[in-house]
């Protein structure tokens, strides 16, 4: 019998995946990049999919694509509803990502404690015999190919409270780099200056009220699972290694994007390691101060737009509310619980 071919995590052919699965993408856009290569797109056709408007206040990336779409499903008070769905779609050869509920996920650090979804893993294959479901997850062992085993019994069942599918919604797109930024320069340099300048008042907001619990979970939400990625897939869009030749003026936007993605990781990687500090409210300021190079990398690439051709961005006053509303929705759906838990 020849083997099913199954969508994978590979290092060798994923997006700028040198140390960790989370090296540029979050755990949502590691499971879409397997699927768009389980579609047989190729690294640079997957990073344009993975692309939209580079726009820090508006996109949100978790669906905002230029080439594909997910599809989400969600049913937070019984994930059992949405678990004939799962079977029968990864049954019939279709991935299926997951955003489990970690209150019901076995061995987790918030299991029986929070209802937490700030992690994504992807269904591959189903064995009704065992009833035993094969997922794909970032945290899971490199050796054994990031797989996970989840034997289905009551408890877990509660957690497909949110899930979904990816389809492919334009042709790969492999032009010339040239040709596909210059098409994209004016809107992209005109939302990011503007989303730029929001995104350091958030943080100028934060610095002064300072984090809490929750807050500052959903800060790491928003720079690791918005930011970085975003600023990541934009340099990834232009070429996908160092080696492709580029004018300089892009050669310097696509370095400045993927510094700003350095930054931001840094800033994220530290407010997870702020959550689990003796006292993490005293930790957080100090962590607070990996912002100030996150927000000169975005001078930079918001200068190297500009010396593109681009434009500055506008002063805009509602997109620090538009913003802020994004930052308070991530709270209330990844982190349902009260600053004081």
Known sequence: MIAAVLPRFDQRGALGWHDRALDGLNCVLRCVEAVLRFRGLGPLAVARALNGALDPVGRDLAKDFDGCRVHYRTSFDDGTRNLPFVLERVTAGEPVMVLPDRFYLPG??????????????????????????????????????????????????????WVGTVELTDEPDERPAAEYFAERLQRDSSLFGTGATALGALLDELTETGLGLVSARALHVLVLGDIQ?????????????????????????????LEARVRAKRLGIGLIAGHEADDPQAAYPRVLQLARPLRASLERLRTALVAAGGFPGEDDPTALDRLKGRFDHIARTCFPLEESA
């Open 108 to 161: 987790d650090v918030y299991e029986g404690c929070h209802h937490f979804h700030d992690h994504a893993v992807l269904a591959i294959d189903w064995s009704e015999p065992e009833s035993v479901l094969t997922v794909l997850d970032t945290d899971a062992n490199p050796a054994n190919g990031f797989r996970s085993r989840w034997r289905l019994d009551d408890t877990i069942c509660k957690l497909f409270t």
């Open 229 to 257: 990625p975003q600023m990541f897939i934009y340099g990834h869009a232009l070429a996908v290694d160092d080696d492709t030749p580029l004018p300089p003026v892009l050669a310097e936007v696509r370095a400045a994007a």
